[in-house]
């Protein structure tokens, strides 16, 4: 959901929402299909080299997420109940979008459900 900035003449204008690193290389891929359609054969070799880099980078960082998530979930595994809390709040903290803090929203109530059950 946009949300609005106060312009120096009092107005508003839209600010879009912040984009995600994956979302930043998604675009620069889509930038590079581009200049390779305009571009010649030996600038073309230099786009597709740079294009698998960026595609390396963002698997990299994909993985990476899914290593460190997978850290956190050792370690909620062996935390004690206030530090659960305690990590719970700086994951919501952490969230830098609303769909984000939708979707833990949900998945609390659901496990609110389960525990009381």
């Known amino acids: 959901m946009p949300t609005t900035t106060r312009k120096a003449d009092g107005t508003h204008s839209a600010k879009s929402p912040e984009k995600a690193p994956a979302d930043y290389l998604k675009d620069a891929l889509a930038d590079l299909d581009k200049a390779r359609e305009q571009a010649?054969?030996?600038?073309s070799a230099g786009i597709d080299s740079a294009r698998e880099r960026i595609t390396d980078?963002?698997?990299?960082?994909?993985?990476?997420?899914?290593?460190?998530?997978?850290?956190?979930?050792?370690?909620?595994?062996?935390?004690?109940?206030?530090?659960?809390?305690?990590l719970g709040r700086l994951a919501i903290r952490a969230q830098r979008s609303p769909d984000a803090l939708t979707e833990l929203s949900k998945e609390i109530t659901k496990r609110k459900a389960e525990v009381s059950a």
Do not use: P, T
């Open 40 to 43: 010649g054969d030996d600038v």
């Open 57 to 86: 980078a963002r698997e990299a960082l994909s993985n990476r997420s899914h290593e460190q998530v997978k850290d956190w979930r050792e370690q909620l595994g062996s935390a004690a109940d206030d530090a659960l809390r305690e």
